[in-house]
């Protein structure tokens, strides 16, 4: 069993940055895929970032460039830094942890609101 709390979330002007984290307890933090999803009202959720235990990440082609997942495994903590942010970008941001990049995602946070505003 794994929790997770996700922190960071608010209100910004387009262009500017925010800094999501997401903290983990239970099971061994380290040997989970981590990844962080957003859901925009009437939207279906999609995944945002990805990163394995060993740090190789993955993006959507949305947030290329622009967002960065990071993860401390002595620390049980992953991060999302977003810069440039569109209002777009504006969803509620879940952090995850599962076995799989793109799949099987069994664990998931209660959410934080991200919005951008023009």
């Known amino acids: 069993q794994v929790q997770l709390v996700e922190s960071g979330g608010g209100l910004v002007q387009a262009g500017g940055s925010l800094r999501l984290s997401c903290a983990a307890s239970?099971?061994?933090?380290?040997?989970?895929?981590m990844g962080w999803f957003r859901q925009a009202p009437g939207k279906q959720r999609e995944l945002v970032a990805t990163i394995t235990s060993g740090g190789s990440t993955a993006y959507a082609d949305s947030v290329k460039g622009r967002f960065t997942i990071s993860r401390d495994n002595a620390k049980n903590m992953v991060c999302l830094q977003m810069n440039s942010l569109k209002p777009e970008d504006t969803a509620v941001y879940y952090c995850?942890?599962?076995?799989?990049?793109?799949?099987?995602?069994?664990?998931w946070g209660q959410g934080t609101q991200v919005t951008v505003s023009s």
């Open positions: 995850a942890a599962g076995r799989k990049m793109y799949s099987d995602y069994g664990y």
């Open positions: 239970g099971r061994p933090f380290s040997t989970y895929v």
